[in-house]
C-alpha cells in the first residue's frame, strides 16, 4: 500500500506557472505508475498526465500537452505537474494517483488504486 500527499497548489494569475509534488510514502515507489487528475466544481474528474514506472513513457491529455510536464523521482519517492501557461480553465482541485499496474500509464482511473486528498489550483484572469 501507499499513502500520497500532494503539495504546491495555490492561487495565481493566468500565464504564470506552478509545480505540484506528491509525496509518497509506503512500498518502493517504483512499483507504481503514478497519474494526475483534475476536478473541478461541478465537473467530472478528468485525466491530466501518467507516467510509467521508469518514468520512460508518458501520456497527456490534450487540454494540457506542450504546457504541462509530469515526471518523476523514485529516489525522491516524489511525483512532479510542471505547469506553464495557466489557464483559468485549469482551475481545479489536482489530485495524484498510483497505479498497481506500474506498466499501465494510463488514463483511465479506474486503473489507479491509491489517491491523493488534492490540492487546489486557482488561475484568475
Known amino acids: 500500500q501507499v499513502q500520497l500527499v500532494e503539495s504546491g497548489g495555490g492561487l495565481v494569475q493566468a500565464g504564470v506557472s506552478l509545480r505540484l509534488s506528491c509525496a509518497a510514502s509506503?512500498?518502493?515507489?517504483?512499483?507504481?505508475?503514478m497519474g494526475w487528475f483534475r476536478q473541478a466544481p461541478g465537473k467530472e474528474r478528468e485525466f491530466v498526465a501518467a507516467?510509467?514506472?521508469?518514468?520512460?513513457?508518458?501520456y497527456y491529455a490534450n487540454s494540457v500537452k506542450g504546457r504541462f510536464t509530469i515526471s518523476r523521482s523514485n529516489a525522491k519517492k516524489t511525483v512532479y505537474l510542471q505547469m506553464n501557461s495557466l489557464k483559468p480553465e485549469d482551475t481545479a482541485v489536482y489530485y495524484c494517483?498510483?497505479?498497481?499496474?506500474?506498466?499501465?500509464?494510463?488514463?483511465?482511473?479506474?486503473?489507479?488504486?491509491?489517491w491523493g486528498q488534492g490540492t487546489q489550483v486557482t488561475v484568475s484572469s
Open positions: 494517483a498510483a497505479s498497481e499496474r506500474r506498466d499501465y500509464y494510463t488514463g483511465e482511473f479506474r486503473f489507479y488504486d491509491y
Open positions: 507516467i510509467r514506472w521508469s518514468g520512460d513513457n508518458i
Open positions: 509506503g512500498r518502493p515507489f517504483s512499483s507504481y505508475a
